[in-house]
DNA sequence: GTATGTGAATAGATTCACAGCT
DNA sequence: AGCTGTGAATCTATTCACATAC
């Protein structure tokens, strides 16, 4: 994608007028433009060219008030009575969305650190999976997903050639603590934690979390409950 | 919040001591039950017996108020000046959290159902993985993590033999809709899914999203940010 | 003194509903 | 007519603050 500070200006103009930096998006919309964009770049393979706010809510199964809303915190303007034109819309969210490539490091290359550096969807939204490493020597020197394994001590020279500025961490529990500390240290401040483990970071970081096992508890409890509810009958 | 479910007989009864089926827990507070729950585990491994508010807060890297309230709702008491106890807590958020072992279908064997397949920490949840298919019939018949891969056709059938009651999709995003169909048809009703695509389920389906391209977009906005605001770092 | 339990206050996200533009 | 843009209303979640109990 490109990078062009005209539009970047324009998008900024939202709330802030003079200086240089857009409002803050709300986090839960911040979650649904990825999803937005899915949609749209699906109906810009069919070549549509413009879509209402409803078209692209059923596309992302969501209401279309709430993606009025959202689109209003990109700072997008559709057309009354005709509604926003795709390609601009893809332009405008692929700006907010980190707009350019960012290379990502992947820390721990256990079953899931592997799945993960070869997980299609990470090159295919920007992220490509530039560096692995492992705490593991045995796993020094291995080619996963066409990138070299380089041991955790040479993670702040790794970083610093590969560019990478978000991390992941892909470690057992007992080991996120320091695979943080590291990443952190070699200049990462965005990180994705898979590790169900609660880690700390000083403010100035940004941590998100993937925790696989709540994920399916979550659904346990509804499932239990459901049950608890109707003890014998199946719709 | 990928699902919302508007259950009229637990709505109706907002306050019931012990009637049939009880507690409507926030979907909030359900997702750090687990948290606590770790966090629960790993101080009575050292023996403690009683905590407080504040002590499992931090170790779940969260504050103390929102511990007390999130555990009133799971009916717990603790004691004041002291705190609760440690083995009461587990085992009463533990019967929240389903219970009981609840067994698991994974629809995709790629690099990641593989990778998921072979997560101990779905295991150690009380979460074993007794089921793997896949549409691909050069996987049927292979054991992964000591499971053998069905074919997608046997859905239906395997489900009945295992008794699986929660259902992971990691297929493609284009197999998606068919995989959560295909689940659903085959008597599964919560589901957690992991392919990049919007998919559609009836009222009484519990669905559940991980979207991991989109954590990383999130996070991508974030760094992005960040960088606009103190241009004076790596370029 | 210490820590729970919970109403009340605050913040955040969703949905409604309608004025206003095309 | 059709559809956006957004204040206002609503629902959900978080945090505060303090009476209450040990």
Redesign the interface.
């Known amino acids: 994608m490109t990078t062009d500070r005209t539009d970047?200006a324009a998008v900024a103009e939202a709330t802030t007028p003079e200086s240089?930096?857009a409002d803050?998006?709300p986090?839960?919309t911040?979650?649904r433009?990825?999803?937005y964009m899915?949609?749209l770049l699906e109906v810009a393979g069919d070549g549509v060219t413009t879509v209402s706010s409803r078209r692209l809510a059923d596309?992302?199964?969501v209401n279309a008030a709430k993606v009025r809303k959202d689109l209003s915190y990109v700072g997008t303007r559709g057309t009354r009575g005709v509604g926003y034109e795709v390609d601009r819309l893809i332009r405008e969210i692929g700006m907010?969305?980190?707009?350019e490539v960012?290379p990502?490091v992947i820390i721990g290359v256990g079953?899931?650190g592997?799945?993960?550096s070869?997980?299609d969807?990470?090159v295919?939204?920007?992220?490509p999976v530039l560096a692995l490493v492992d705490a593991d020597s045995s796993m020094v020197g291995r080619r996963i997903a066409g990138v070299i394994v380089s041991h955790v001590d040479d993670l702040g020279k790794v970083v610093a050639e590969t560019?990478c500025?978000?991390g992941i961490v892909a470690t057992p529990a007992h080991a996120a603590q320091v695979a943080v500390d590291g990443l952190i240290a070699a200049?990462i401040?965005?990180?994705?934690n898979f590790a169900?483990?609660?880690?700390?970071v000083p403010a100035?970081v940004?941590l998100?979390k993937?925790?696989?096992?709540?994920?399916?508890?979550?659904?346990?409890?509804?499932?239990?409950?459901?049950e608890?509810?109707n003890p014998q009958q199946?719709?």
Chains 1, 2 share one sequence.
């Open positions: 970047a240089g930096i803050p998006i986090e839960a911040l979650a433009l990825p999803i899915r949609g596309l992302s199964g907010v969305l980190s707009g960012t990502v079953n899931l592997r799945a993960l070869r997980y969807g990470f295919a939204g920007g992220f560019g500025l978000l200049g401040r965005s990180i994705l169900p483990a609660v880690v700390s100035e940004e998100r993937v925790d696989l096992a709540t994920e399916l508890q979550i659904l346990g409890y509804h499932e239990h409950r459901r608890a509810a199946v719709a």
